[in-house]
């Protein structure tokens, strides 16, 4: 199993710029879920999917931010217009059985928005 | 407000020293219980779990962690820690309900070993 995969591995872009992360889930798992890591602020859940149906979104911090999950085995997270304060790690992780054995996590994708 | 709360936000021992970092939340019910590191410039890796029976759960790296129900805690101790044990902690709980499916993730303890 070749885990959760998530691309790019580092993304640094200009400000206005739109983003798009890529998230693989690890197959047969029913959750998606998506954070973001920040010194400030810790790991915040943005949106996560069921099924690819998104169950929260109430973590999305802006309108700027849009996720989806056309199929079971690929999420996108888009940001657009970005802006620097979206400088994060953001992960991606899955689950199955309703997260009763905890998450995989991707190895996330440094953004630098400058 | 419903929440994970990890007592201590930087640790700082000494190799060979004995480790416990607190953990608390505040569901009630039925609840899973898990630990994760994140050593530096990593992903989320899961130390150990906790469903049900022995409170006492063993993982990995010589890490346990101990489920006390009439306390919400669920600490995890190492006997002697390492350099190498230099990482980030996080504490979660799944709590099921209508949120069946998500962890709540406290907000981490950072643990710093010096050799």
């Known amino acids: 199993d070749a885990g959760v995969i998530q691309s790019p591995r580092h993304e640094v872009t200009e400000m206005g710029q739109e983003v798009t992360l890529r998230c693989k889930p690890i197959s047969g798992h029913d959750y998606l879920f998506w954070y973001r890591q920040t010194m400030m602020r810790g790991l915040e859940l943005l949106i996560y999917?069921?099924?690819?149906?998104?169950?929260?979104d109430s973590g999305m911090p802006e309108d700027r931010f849009s996720a989806k999950m056309p199929n079971a085995s690929f999420s996108t997270l888009k940001i657009q217009p970005s802006e620097p304060r979206d400088s994060a790690v953001y992960f991606c992780a899955s689950s199955r059985q309703q997260g009763v054995h905890g998450y995989t996590f991707g190895s996330g994708t440094r953004l630098t928005v400058v | 407000a419903q929440s994970v709360s990890q007592h201590n936000h930087h640790v700082i021992l000494s190799e060979a020293a004995s480790l416990e970092l607190g953990c608390n939340y505040s569901?009630?019910?039925?609840?899973?219980l898990f630990w994760y590191v994140q050593y530096p410039g990593q992903h989320l890796q899961l130390l150990l779990k906790?469903?049900?029976?022995?409170?006492l759960v063993k993982g990995i790296k010589g890490f346990e962690a101990e489920f006390i129900k009439s306390k919400f805690s669920f600490n995890l101790r190492k006997p002697s820690v390492q350099w190498s044990d230099t990482a980030e902690y996080f504490c979660?709980?799944?709590?099921?309900?209508?949120?069946?499916?998500?962890?709540?993730f406290g907000r981490g303890t950072q643990l710093t070993v010096w050799p």
């Open positions: 999917f069921n099924n690819n149906v998104p169950i929260d």
């Open positions: 569901y009630g019910g039925t609840v899973n």
């Open positions: 906790y469903f049900s029976g022995d409170p």
């Open positions: 979660a709980v799944n709590k099921g309900g209508s949120t069946l499916g998500r962890l709540y």
